[in-house]
């Protein structure tokens, strides 16, 4: 009765697993796949166009929106001069003029640049001669690891043409009794700047020298 009893057993167990598996299978066969919620149907093509005049020389760019003016410059152009650094704007070291005013190129983003004038530490020079604060800067020494100086020049460009239109700062309300800027103004003035390896002195030395330089260069 026993081994009876096994046998039955064994056989429902053999009948319900074949059912299983051809039932299994159909079921399986109608069944539509899931899509995975983490598929994302490919996107069409985004970038955008955009026009710069970088350094004297028109450019056109197609590039994401979401780039940056520092990375446009950097990737997109090869102007590595620009150097990036914190990415956040509190450093000075991607420091470029646009339209004439120092920008902090890691804040925009290049398609807010659309037809808007750039130059770089490269576009300083004329005709293979320094700009007046790069050869301060190199006179005085004001640099050591060199990272930060073409923000640090970049700026100070865009600085002295702020004192020459007469822009006031908080270390200087009244720039028609002082048209030029001292120590304390330069150091306000440029205190969006950092330079790592301290070279404080000498930069704001070269800046002195550079801005006596280029007046006498524009009353010439």
């Not at 093509?45 to 950097?74: F, K, S, Y």
């Not at 309300?173 to 000498?202: F, K, T, V």
Request: glycine share 10%; proline share 5%; charged share 15%.
């Amino acid at each position: 009765m026993t081994d009876l009893h096994h046998t039955i057993t064994r056989r429902v167990l053999g009948v319900a697993s074949f059912v299983t598996a051809v039932f299994g299978r159909e079921l399986h066969a109608q069944t539509p796949p899931a899509t995975s919620s983490q598929t994302t149907p490919p996107q069409p093509n985004a970038n955008i166009a955009v026009r710069l005049t970088v350094n004297g020389q028109a450019r056109q760019l197609w590039i994401d929106p979401r780039t940056t003016l520092l990375d446009a410059l950097r990737d997109h152009l090869g102007l590595t001069g620009t150097k990036k650094g914190c990415d956040h704007g509190q450093c000075g070291a991607c420091t470029v003029l646009v339209n004439g005013t120092r920008l902090n190129a890691c804040l925009s983003l290049a398609a807010m640049r659309d037809g808007d004038s750039i130059v770089t530490i490269e576009g300083l020079a004329d005709n293979g001669k320094l700009h007046a604060l790069q050869q301060a800067f190199v006179k005085h020494d004001g640099f050591q690891c060199g990272y930060c100086t073409p923000g640090q020049i970049c700026s100070a460009v865009g600085m002295l043409a702020e004192i020459e239109r007469g822009i006031p700062s908080a270390a200087s309300a009244d720039l028609a009794a002082a048209p030029q800027a001292n120590g304390a103004e330069i150091r306000e003035r440029m205190s969006g700047n950092i330079c790592r390896c301290s070279a404080y002195p000498n930069i704001v030395a070269a800046i002195m020298e550079a801005q006596g330089t280029m007046k006498q260069g524009s009353a010439g």
